[in-house]
């Protein structure tokens, strides 16, 4: 794993990389495999924008996808961490 980082903590979450665990206050949040790779790829490189090509990269072991595909993982984390993306709060998207 980059970086050495096996549990990460934000607001009242936390996700531990080694059991691919998202929780809120405690409580267990169930969530798709591919949905907590994402989470894990994101928290790993939260000091930068990460490009869709390392998401596909990462999730998807480089295989054609469709940005329908990448936007659905991203709602799905959302909703999972309680964000929207008109507020993105937690995860923050750029077009072009």
């Not at 894990?40 to 596909?56: C, S």
């Not at 295989?63 to 329908?68: C, H, K, L, P, Q």
């Amino acid at each position: 794993m980059q970086g050495g980082e096996a549990v990460f903590s934000f607001e009242d979450f936390r996700f531990d990389a080694n059991t691919r665990e998202l929780a809120r206050a405690g409580e267990i949040r169930l969530v798709e495999r591919q949905v907590l790779a994402l989470l894990q790829l994101l928290l790993i490189n939260r000091d930068r924008m990460v490009t869709k090509d390392e998401i596909i990269e990462a999730i998807w072991d480089g295989r054609a996808i469709s940005d329908g595909s990448i936007n659905g993982r991203i709602k799905l984390l959302r909703k999972a961490l309680d964000d929207d993306g008109k507020q993105q709060r937690l995860i923050k998207t750029y077009h072009g």
